[in-house]
Each structure stands twice: as C-alpha cells, then as structure tokens.
C-alpha cells in the first residue's frame, strides 16, 4: 500500500511523491507514519522531518504547521520546508541570535504572543542547525 | 515655420511619454505575472488549511473559540489595502466607494497603501496604523498585520473586522470587495473562498470525506484549533494582499496600455498635421519663386 506525502507551504508545494514511511515532529513528540495508519491531525513543533523513498532517507528542516493523516495519504502543512542543500548556516544563526537577544531585552509579561513568536522562530532557526550539523 | 517647430517638438514630447508608459506596462505585466503565480502558489497550502478547518469542525463545540465569537455592537475596525503609486486607473477610486458605502459612523480603519491612507487622512478619519508591504508580498508581512487586528479584536475594542481589497477577477477586471476577517463566522470557517487563492467551495464530497474519517487529533482538538486558527487568520490577510497586489498590477498595465495606444494615435495626427504643413510651406515657396519669375520676365 502507497503512502503519499505532500507538504505545502504558503508560498509553495515543496514535495509531493509516494513515500515508504515518514517521521514527523508531532507538537506531543515524534510520530512514526507507516502506510494505512489511522486518520490523525496533529500539531507539528519546529524540528526535523525524515521520509523514505526507495530505500533512502532524505531529511528537511520544518516550521510550526499541521499534519493531516489519512490511511493513504499525508499533508503536511507547514510555514517552513528546507532540505539539507537550502538551509544556509550562518543566516540560521545569525536569525536565531537575533530572535534570542530580543526575546531577553523584552518584558515577557507584557507580549505573550510576540514571545511566543520568537521562541517559535528560535526554534525553527534550531530545527536547520541540528540537521545542518549532524555528523555523517 | 514656427508652426512646423512646433509640431516636430510635440511630437517628440509625445513619443517621449508613449515609451514612457510602454515601459510602465510592460513591467506591470510581468509584476502582474509574479503576483498571480504567487496567488495560485498559495491555493494548495489554502485547500489543505479549509481540509482540516472542516474536519476540525465536526470535532469542536461551536463558539468554543474566543475567535470565533460574535459579539453585539456596531464597532468596526476595517483593513483597507489600496496601492503606492497612482497611475493605475480607477482602482483606488473604486475601493474607496466601496468603502465609503459600506462604513458605518463607528468604523475605524487601518491602512496598506498611501492613495486611501492619505485620502481617509484628509476626510478626517479614525486611523489606527498604517503598514507597508512590499512587492512582491513576503508572507512573512502579513503577520504584524494578522496580528495587530487579532489583537484589537481581543482586547475588546472592535466588535468586528474587516479587510477592503480589489479582488482580481480578470485582467480586465477588479472588483471592489470587502470581506470580514473577525469573528470567523462558523459556517464561514472551512468554506472555501471563492477569490484566486482558492476559488472552490467546499464541495460535499470534502465535507462527506471529512465525516466519513474519525479523525484523532492532537494534543486535543481544541490545541489544534488554537493554533490553526492564528494561521488562518494570517493566511487570509495574505491572500487579501496578494490579490490587491495582482489587481494593482493588472490595472495600471491596462491603463498604461490604453495610454501608449492613445499617444500612437495622437502621434499619427500630429505627424499627418506636421506633412500637411510641410507641404504648405514647399508650395508656398514654390509659389514664392514662380512669382518672382513671373515679375522678372
């Protein structure tokens, strides 16, 4: 049985193939999708998103979306996709940097939506790093 | 000959503005371009967010969300997106009858574009920000404004709001639109638009499909909502933007169209008029020194 994976972002559809199984960052923790799994919607984290397709694991770099699970199919909808070969180091970490040193120079108790931003950003600047970094 | 001069400096004059605006239209076309291909990049990521709003709303009590609540009063706070430039014909003046129509006494507004900022500035207005968007629309500027109408509305200080756009229907034609943003209506949520973005309604097969899986949700499906939500709103407005975008465009390559066409033709004129006085000149020369001849004789 098939699993079709599509993952979409606002500005583009950036995979859309039949896949063996996929790993996503669920909001709870990783979740394993193997084909005929049964009907979920799950919040995603900003992390790291593994799919196989014909024997080889290819990795990207997700933002915050969802995750809509069906027996045959997987949607991915995210603000952020980016493969290996994308993800420029030193602009994630300079965005991350920047994301850290304003969430300290503000009053978290006056803006909880706008520390929630930047701690999402943070994350999704970490999310690149960690799998730019992996050792191979 | 004075006269001849200045038919050759018009002509010039003409020809001058004519590449002008040729120039105009043909970068409004390929703006145009970019703008509705981004459009239609946003339809599959649109189609996916409606899927699981549908889904999500068989799952979830009505009214369960504070975004989804309506509530009594006549405050209005309306996101009007009008463009930079002029030159694009009747566009903005379109929207801003739109506007005017549709405003009641308590309507605030908040702007994207300097042509109706400057002209509900000069009507006196309630402005409350103003925001500037780039070109092509980055996704990631629809946010402050995403957030800033969130904001108004659940602090309590608008009952309601709305975003006024020229919505791109055809090249040759904009339409005027306004649309509510907040509260989501709840049969609203999931339906589909029908503007670029997603032009479908949600079909009964969708909606079949949706009921026919039992979908689990996490971590809940309230979570789910909670942060689906924020991203829908978000997502609206960009569309909205993007579709203004492609309205602009479209419309000043149309009149910059229309304006090339006519200095063409202004340009035939003018030549026609400039022979036929060249010719008058050269026959009353002739003339001149036939005469002349004539005398000497």
């Known amino acids: 049985m098939p699993l079709h994976l599509e993952i979409v972002t606002p500005e583009k559809k950036v995979f859309s193939d039949t896949v063996a199984n996929v790993y996503l960052p669920g909001a709870d923790g990783e979740l394993g999708i193997l084909p005929a799994h049964g009907a979920l919607v799950t919040a995603l984290a900003?992390?790291?998103?593994?799919?196989?397709?014909?024997?080889?694991?290819?990795?990207?770099?997700?933002?915050?979306?969802?995750?809509?699970?069906?027996?045959?199919?997987?949607?991915?909808?995210?603000?952020?996709?980016?493969?290996?070969?994308?993800?420029?180091?030193?602009?994630?970490?300079?965005?991350?940097?920047?994301?850290?040193?304003?969430?300290?120079?503000?009053?978290?108790?006056?803006?909880?939506?706008?520390?929630?931003?930047?701690?999402?950003?943070?994350?999704?600047?970490?999310?690149?790093?960690?799998?730019?970094?992996?050792?191979? | 000959m004075a006269n001849l001069r200045d038919i050759r400096r018009r002509i010039k004059s003409v020809k001058n503005t004519a590449q002008i605006t040729r120039a105009m239209q043909l970068v409004a076309a390929a703006k145009m371009k970019k703008a509705q291909d981004q459009a239609v990049a946003g339809r599959d990521y649109a189609n996916q967010l409606n899927q699981v709003l549908v889904n999500l709303k068989e799952n979830v009590e009505e009214e369960s969300h504070p975004l989804l609540q309506s509530r009594e009063g006549n405050r209005e706070l309306m996101l009007v997106v009008s463009t930079d430039k002029g030159l694009c014909g009747a566009l903005n003046t379109n929207l801003f009858k739109k506007v005017r129509a549709e405003s009641g006494t308590e309507t605030h507004y908040v702007t994207v574009g300097r042509k109706l900022r400057t002209i509900l500035g000069k009507m006196g207005k309630e402005m409350l920000a103003d925001f500037e968007v780039k070109d092509p629309v980055p996704f990631s500027e629809a946010r402050p404004i995403s957030r800033f109408l969130t904001k108004q509305f659940l602090d309590g200080h608008y009952d309601k709001i709305s975003i006024a756009f020229n919505n791109f229907v055809t090249v040759m034609n904009q339409e005027p639109t306004i649309i509510q943003l907040l509260p989501l209506s709840s049969e609203k949520?999931?339906?589909?638009?029908?503007?670029?973005?997603?032009?479908?309604?949600?079909?009964?097969?969708?909606?079949?499909?949706?009921?026919?899986?039992?979908?689990?949700f996490e971590p809940t499906p309230l979570q789910v909502l909670d942060t689906l939500l924020p991203l829908y709103i978000n997502f609206q407005v960009y569309q909205t933007l993007v579709e203004a975008r492609a309205s602009e465009h479209s419309a000043?390559?149309?009149?910059?169209?229309?304006?090339?066409?006519?200095?063409?033709?202004?340009?035939?004129?003018?030549?026609?008029?400039?022979?036929?006085?060249?010719?008058?000149?050269?026959?009353?020369?002739?003339?001149?020194?036939?005469?002349?001849?004539?005398?000497m004789e």
């Open chain 1, 46 to 136: 900003p992390g790291e998103l593994r799919y196989e397709k014909d024997g080889t694991i290819t990795s990207l770099a997700i933002g915050s979306g969802f995750a809509e699970v069906t027996q045959e199919k997987v949607n991915i909808l995210t603000d952020m996709a980016l493969g290996d070969a994308q993800i420029d180091e030193t602009m994630a970490e300079e965005a991350m940097l920047r994301a850290e040193k304003q969430l300290l120079s503000m009053d978290h108790s006056v803006d909880a939506e706008e520390v929630a931003h930047l701690q999402a950003l943070i994350a999704k600047s970490m999310a690149q790093l960690k799998l730019k970094r992996r050792p191979r």
């Open chain 2, 252 to 295: 000043r390559m149309v009149a910059m169209k229309a304006a090339t066409d006519n200095a063409k033709k202004f340009i035939k004129e003018l030549t026609l008029e400039y022979n036929k006085a060249r010719q008058a000149a050269i026959t009353s020369e002739l003339l001149e020194i036939t005469t002349a001849m004539k005398a």
């Open chain 2, 189 to 216: 949520v999931g339906e589909k638009q029908d503007y670029e973005g997603a032009n479908l309604k949600a079909t009964e097969t969708d909606k079949a499909a949706a009921l026919s899986k039992d979908y689990l």
